[in-house]
């Protein structure tokens, strides 16, 4: 049995201290961003088109996950499925747009609402990867998505297109248990990388 444990306690520490095996990519595939010079307010959207883990399509992630939290706990899954969405506009939205707006320099403000703006940006997130804290094992969260660039009275047409991969969400301090504070994580990484490659690349 101490053996066990030893080996439990092993691998748990190599899950706790593991990082994602690919690191962050940032990488223009499209056009630039040099038309956001001079701007002093730029709009940011955010759009969900995302795969979830082993699941090509988040509905099918919320489906299973739901079902497995309210077996568990009446009413348990349908909390949890209300908060997966309601974490969009109440944490991760508002964290990216916080970090990009301390790491962009000064340049810009990106903006939501109603303000007009010359461009617009889009955030896209293409893929998540909520990850898991259990004490003696976790897994760091990542998100993947898209930055792209439109002008505000046209937003089909693209200017500018980045990929990020691999934007980590982790608690260095080890307390993200939750899934929604694991993504906002990585919400916040990617906002701040994105904003210190385009000072360094894109704004000069």
Not at 9 to 21: D, H, Q, Y
Not at 44 to 58: C, D, P, R, S
Not at 61 to 79: C, P
Not at 139 to 163: R, Y
């Amino acid at each position: 049995m101490k053996q066990v444990l030893t080996l439990l306690l092993a691998v748990g520490l190599l899950f706790a201290f593991s990082t994602n095996v690919e690191a962050q990519k940032l990488k223009v595939t499209k056009g630039s961003f040099a038309k956001l010079k001079g701007q002093k307010n730029v709009k940011i959207l955010f759009e969900y088109n995302t795969a979830v883990g082993k699941f090509k399509k988040e509905a099918d992630y919320l489906k299973k996950k739901t079902k497995e939290y309210n077996e568990k706990e009446e009413g348990k899954g349908d909390k949890w499925a209300k908060a997966w969405v309601a974490d969009r506009k109440a944490r991760f939205e508002p964290k990216f747009k916080e970090l990009f707006n301390e790491h962009i320099d000064g340049k810009f403000k990106l903006t939501q609402g109603t303000q007009e703006t010359e461009y617009t940006v889009i955030f896209r997130t293409t893929f998540t990867e909520p990850g898991f804290n259990i004490g003696i094992m976790k897994k760091d969260a990542f998100i993947s998505g898209e930055f792209v660039l439109v002008k505000s009275d046209d937003l089909e047409k693209e200017l500018g297109k980045m990929t990020i991969e691999n934007s980590p969400g982790r608690s260095f301090a080890g307390f993200d248990y939750e899934t929604g504070t694991r993504i906002q994580e990585a919400y916040a990484k990617g906002g701040k990388e994105i904003a210190k490659y385009l000072v360094k690349k894109q704004l000069k």
